[in-house]
């Protein structure tokens, strides 16, 4: 099966409350003066600018597995883009590596982090944040539909467990057995999603891309309309909007010396 398509527009939907982690994460960093900044999944290259602006002497650039989302990347910023998937990047002769909700995505991730902090010089820093909610309603649910009998049969295999990220202990252990400074925590975002069946739009434009893809639009459709009703009862509104608890994992490190 092909990687499944990114959607721009819809993942900028959320744009808001999917950007708040990335700046918590890269406020954490305390590099000074980086000569080279690599965003690793940068998606359409927004937040990468904020990497420039926060280190305007440093030479910023911004990969991604996408062709959808670089398309969209800025060309007049002064900052570098390129298709490229996270497995070929190398930390060599890098001073900041920064990767925002990306390596859920990559299978051997953890395998991937030992060769990145191996590759990184004295005084480098490495900081990723991964969603760790693949054990809330909004993916229990999904994958309980997938497996039922209407559509175990064309599901089978397309969705990620909760083994898609480590646990914040497992982190620790990976970044500090390579030598490194590390820091490891967990926040829990409440979000409050605006309009009807918000978590599902909010899923639309990452999690629930696999299953879209593997069938067919009038099944797709129907997928939807089950799976939107089982997320109205675990999630539902208030007068103010949709609370949608999501929790994520953050990790900055640093190269002693």
Not at 8 to 29: E, I, N
């Amino acid at each position: 099966m092909s990687s499944p398509t990114w959607d721009p527009a819809q993942y900028a939907r959320f744009a808001s409350p999917r950007s708040r982690p990335f700046h918590d994460l890269v406020a954490r960093v305390g590099a000074q003066d980086p000569r080279v900044v690599v965003d690793v999944g940068c998606g359409p290259g927004n937040l990468t600018l904020d990497l420039a602006r926060r280190w305007p002497g440093a030479r910023v650039r911004g990969f991604d597995s996408s062709p959808e989302m670089i398309a969209q990347a800025p060309t007049d910023q002064g900052v570098e883009f390129t298709v490229a998937p996270a497995q070929e990047f190398d930390a060599t002769s890098v001073d900041v590596v920064v990767s925002n909700a990306v390596l859920q995505w990559v299978p051997g991730h953890r395998d991937l982090l030992r060769r990145w902090a191996s590759q990184l010089a004295p005084g480098a820093w490495l900081a990723f944040q991964v969603p760790s909610n693949f054990d809330a309603p909004s993916h229990v649910l999904m994958r309980e539909l997938a497996d039922s009998p209407p559509w175990r049969h064309r599901l089978a295999g397309v969705l990620r467990g909760t083994e898609s990220v480590a646990a914040p202990q497992e982190y620790l252990d990976v970044l500090a057995g390579a030598g490194l400074q590390a820091d490891v925590w967990q926040t829990e975002y409440v979000h409050v999603l605006p309009g009807e069946d918000p978590v599902l739009e909010w899923v639309r434009g990452t999690g629930l891309r696999p299953v879209l893809q593997a069938l067919d639009a009038p099944s797709a459709a129907e997928f939807e309309r089950e799976y939107a009703a089982a997320l109205r009862q675990a999630y539902p509104a208030r007068p103010y909007g949709t609370p949608f608890g999501f929790r994520r994992t953050f990790a900055v490190s640093t190269v002693p010396g």
